[in-house]
């Protein structure tokens, strides 16, 4: 375990100015309040804020940063509160300290709600002090690398996919490509820990031959470079596990086909002998083409300056090289850490805040999304794109996701142009409004009076504040349009009743009726019945006598007598409030028990049942959106497809099946097809029982010989 005095010494060594006093108290107050707590390890709690400081140390971060993270956990774990913090150690300490608790003391629907909101938090947090997000990463750095000690291992999972999926690209936004890597590679272990193996014993096999390899090439660099007369430092280092699997699976390779599993970085003074650099560099071996890009000239968001570029050697192997200066390489590991300047209450760069100007935009984004699905992958979306740079007519540049639209340039302008977008120009040519930008287009959007969004604009825009919009539009729409439908039905229910239902909805007693279905307005229960949420039925009995509402309802018993029953759902799904409602399940996404699921209203059609992570599903409206569970008493078989890629062999079809069979799974169908001469792809329709059931199937496949990657698909 660290000790506070190696945490001191690092401070001083970066700053000798260093308010170490404030450090001082704030590790003896925890020491304090943690006293008798203890971690899963069996370790005294004291040991995970010593840690997670002694990680902000080691990014040279100042006094501040680090007196927070020895504090980060006292709100949420014993009875220190934001006041006391404040009181003791500052008014910056105890925001950064509120910032990153966590929200464990609220009551949310969901885990997902719940991961929604911390992230929320998080986020708005990061707006206000940067500092938030270098503690929380240390935070969940420190608690990745314990990650063993939790006994189920499903929770470790879990923690590893959110750690993969959340942490880690949050790390790359921000620069800090350290963490990011170290993140990434432990996630890996837990999360499929027989690809970690499979891909740890392949690199492993021929290592002494490889680091004779990467010998032999900084040898030959280092030597180009002294002739004309270049100082540089010259490092070779291997691609990390999870980049491997990654590259694998992206591209359809084997093990054997990942020629780049070392790269190389040249680390100079000066910007001009990067550049120059670079050219000796192809003069030696034949670059590839498409494959160089210029950070140093277009730097990414988060501030990376670097050029890349990869060539061929004289054995045809492929070579990934990095040219940077040493400031550069330093940012390149550090990120905005490494411009870190709140040393003693001096402000940060000012060009630094203008780099973070997306983490604003980021808040503002998901100011009007409250589904946690929609917030958790509109973060993903927002936070994690590979850019692209276009030019407004004007010449003002701005950056996008890779894959954007004119339409995501248009929203980005203004919500206005957005929405009365008709037509785009790039580069003084036409385009169809689908037409995905590359860097350097010069974009010029058309726009005409009395026009509005197409919901067809959904299937292809790629940023957050375009689907938002859209979304927005299309919700508004809808809403009116269920309102008229809405009245027009409860108007007709109420006349067969002869009741009055203008009169009536004009009422405190339609209000409170409203009140007793959960919604805030009358219009909001009325716009539920057109949606078919709810039926103008369940409305009209509030507003009937008691007698005639038992008479009414005996009627509807008397009418159904005798009929032969309707179509029920299949007895695997639980509609809330409702019974003996129509259910089919999304093709698209096939769901099956384990599977976090949801429901959509389709008129005429009941309720269609998707996962919750379904693009489809996700493009739905949300007022459509019904709560949905599995029922855990009906035991039934669901349709699942799987792909399986291997090298193909003799008997290999039959070996897949047989794995197949002996778990219990029915094979509905099956085809074959070939990527090249010696790699197959087959794609199986299984019937299984649950998603644990499924995990089995695919267990046993990936065991199967010549097999090489397995894994579920949608339709």
């Not at 719940?114 to 002090?129: T, V």
């Amino acid at each position: 375990m660290i000790r506070i005095t190696d945490i001191i010494d690092k401070i001083i060594e970066n700053n000798p100015d260093a308010e170490l006093d404030l450090v001082d108290r704030a590790y003896i107050y925890s020491a304090q309040v943690h006293d008798g707590q203890v971690r899963l390890s069996g370790e005294p709690y004291l040991s995970h804020p010593l840690e997670v400081a002694g990680i902000l140390a080691d990014m040279k971060l100042d006094a501040v940063s680090v007196a927070a993270a020895l504090l980060h956990d006292v709100i949420e774990d014993t009875h220190a509160t934001k006041e006391e913090i404040e009181s003791m150690f500052g008014k910056d300490v105890a925001l950064i300290v509120d910032g990153v608790t966590k929200l464990s003391k609220m009551a949310f629907k969901s885990s997902q709600e719940r991961q929604a909101e911390n992230f929320r938090k998080m986020i708005l947090a990061m707006a206000n002090d940067i500092r938030v997000i270098f503690i929380k990463l240390a935070d969940r750095l420190h608690n990745i690398r314990t990650l063993q000690f939790h006994k189920l291992e499903d929770r470790k999972r879990k923690i590893a996919q959110e750690t993969v999926d959340i942490y880690a690209p949050l790390a790359a936004r921000l620069g800090i490509y350290w963490i990011k890597k170290e993140l990434e590679d432990t996630s890996f272990m837990y999360i499929m820990p027989d690809e970690y193996e499979k891909i740890k014993g392949m690199v492993n096999k021929d290592r002494i031959e490889r680091e004779v390899y990467v010998e032999n090439i900084k040898s030959k660099i280092n030597e180009k470079m002294a002739q004309v007369g270049l100082t540089c430092e010259v490092q070779g280092r291997y691609k990390q596990y999870w980049s491997i699997y990654s590259k694998m699976k992206a591209q359809n390779l084997t093990f054997e086909d990942v020629h780049d599993l070392v790269a190389f970085r040249l680390i100079l003074d000066t910007v001009p002998q990067c550049y120059e650099a670079l050219g000796h560099i192809h003069s030696m071996w034949k670059p590839i083409a498409k494959k160089f890009k210029d950070y140093i000239g277009f730097p990414k968001p988060n501030m990376y300056q670097s050029l890349h570029t990869t060539v061929s050697d004289t054995n045809g192997d492929r070579i990934e090289i990095q040219i940077r200066t040493a400031e550069m390489d330093r940012v390149a590991e550090s990120g905005i850490a490494a411009h870190w300047s709140y040393k003693e209450g001096r402000q940060t760069e000012e060009n630094v805040g203008k780099t973070y100007s997306w983490l604003r935009n980021l808040v503002e984004n998901q100011e009007t999304i409250k589904d946690p699905d929609e917030f958790l992958e509109s973060v993903r979306i927002d936070l994690f794109p590979d850019e692209v740079y276009v030019f407004t007519p004007t010449g003002e540049i701005h950056s996008l996701p890779r894959g954007a639209t004119p339409i995501d340039f248009a929203y980005l302008i203004h919500t206005e142009v957005g929405n009365l977008c008709t037509g785009a120009k790039v580069n003084n040519r036409m385009v169809a409004l689908s037409t995905e930008l590359k860097t350097g287009d010069r974009v010029e959007i058309i726009t005409t009076k009395n026009t509005t969004p197409s919901k067809d604009w959904l299937h292809f825009v790629k940023t957050v504040k375009a689907r938002s919009r859209i979304r927005q539009w299309i919700k508004q729409q809808e809403k009116e349009r269920s309102i008229t439908l809405g009245r027009e039905m409860l108007e007709k229910v109420f006349r067969k009743h002869r009741l009055n239902f203008n009169a009536i909805s004009k009422t405190e007693d339609f209000q409170k009726v409203a009140e007793g279905f959960g919604f805030k307005t009358e219009d909001e229960l009325i716009a539920s019945i057109g949606y078919g949420k709810n039926t103008p039925l369940q409305v009209v009995k509030k507003f009937l006598p008691k007698d005639e509402e038992e008479r009414d309802t005996e009627a509807i018993i008397g009418k159904l007598v005798g009929k032969p029953p309707s179509k029920k759902n299949k007895g695997g799904i639980l509609v809330k409030g409702m019974d003996d409602i129509l259910v089919r399940f999304g093709k698209c996404c096939q769901p099956v028990p384990g599977d976090a699921i949801t429901g959509y209203i389709t008129r005429g059609q009941g309720v269609t049942i998707h996962r919750k992570s379904c693009v489809n599903a996700l493009k739905t409206s949300p007022e459509r959106q019904i709560d949905v569970s599995w029922n855990e008493e009906v035991n039934n078989s669901y349709p699942v497809t799987i792909r399986v890629r291997s090298l193909d062999r003799v008997g290999l079809l039959a070996d897949i099946a047989g794995s197949i069979s002996k778990n219990k799974a029915n094979i509905i169908s099956v085809n074959t097809t070939f990527w090249t001469k010696e790699k197959v792809e087959n794609i199986f329709e299984l019937s299984v029982e649950s998603t644990t059931h499924l995990e089995t199937v695919l267990s046993s496949i990936k065991k199967v010989p010549t097999v090489h990657d397995v894994k579920r698909i949608d339709r």
